[in-house]
């Protein structure tokens, strides 16, 4: 399995972050691992992650919460970052206006400026989106850009928007609680060669584990998950949400 995206970079890993990923790929079957960056110095780290470990690979980018220091000089920092090998995507960028939205228009200005930078480097985006699916969407698809929406929440109409113009959905934890109604909906949805899987740890941990610290070894309860919607072996998703990360990602 491929874990899209997590955050071992978090303190919460601190204590035993190298032998527990070197365990979850010798013996959990946990083939890659997609580590997100939210700032600048956070992207930093993400690289260094990656670059210690041949399975980790990096998405840098200033997600939506982090852009309250913003500076131009940022940007340039980014298409550094964004050269270095074992970066396969920008992200996490995207908006956000669970919390604020009264830096909208900070938000909008430095998702657009990623975006481009995705666009021009021809790489797939990873995407945060909380509250402001209309002005995502109106920003997304201003830029010949293609990548996935990670812990999708959205409805089903957007996922069709998203889907008709190429983009992958992802999914974590979320499906698995027993509240999960509309992400169980997109989970059925979502054809084949767009469906994704992903931890977001050490956050959303799986049913029957949910509040404890998850890591990509719980996957397992998400694809089992899916594959109960589906209506398919387990074995079937693990392959086709691998194959589908390796394509978008670029990984071997
Ligand atoms: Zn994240």
């Known amino acids: 399995m491929i874990d899209t995206h997590a955050h071992y970079c978090d303190e919460r890993f601190e204590a035993d972050r190298d032998g527990l990923l ?29 670059e210690k470990h041949p399975f980790v690979y990096a998405a840098a980018g200033i997600q939506p919460q982090e852009v309250a220091g913003f500076r131009e000089s940022d940007l340039d920092e980014l298409c550094k970052l964004l050269s270095r090998p074992k970066v396969v995507a920008v992200g996490e960028i995207g908006l956000d206006y669970h919390y604020t939205t009264e830096d909208k228009e900070l938000q909008k200005r ?17 995407i945060h989106e909380r509250d402001s699916i209309a002005d ?8 010949d850009v293609c990548g996935t929406f990670h812990a999708f929440s959205g409805s089903r109409e957007t996922a069709k928007k998203l889907l008709d113009r190429g983009w992958y959905i992802s999914f974590g ?18 054809p084949d060669d767009r469906i994704l899987t992903e931890t977001d740890c050490p956050y959303l ?23 109960e919607i589906r209506g398919v072996e387990y074995e079937y998703i693990e392959h086709i949400t691998e194959r589908n990360a390796k394509e978008l990602f670029g990984i071997a």
């Open 22 to 50: 070197s365990g979850l790929h010798e013996n959990e079957n946990v083939y890659a691992i997609i580590e997100a960056g939210c700032d600048i110095p956070g992207s930093v780290r993400v690289c260094e992650l990656a």
């Open 110 to 126: 430095v998702f657009r400026a990623q975006l481009e930078i995705a666009q021009q480097l021809k790489m797939p985006v990873v």
């Open 136 to 143: 995502c969407l109106e920003c997304v698809f201003d830029y």
């Open 173 to 190: 934890g979320t499906v698995t609680f027993k509240n999960a109604r509309v992400p169980v909906e997109n989970a059925a949805y979502v």
């Open 205 to 227: 941990t799986p049913h029957p584990f949910r509040g404890k610290r998850n890591d990509s070894g719980y996957m397992r309860f998400t694809i089992q998950k899916l594959a």
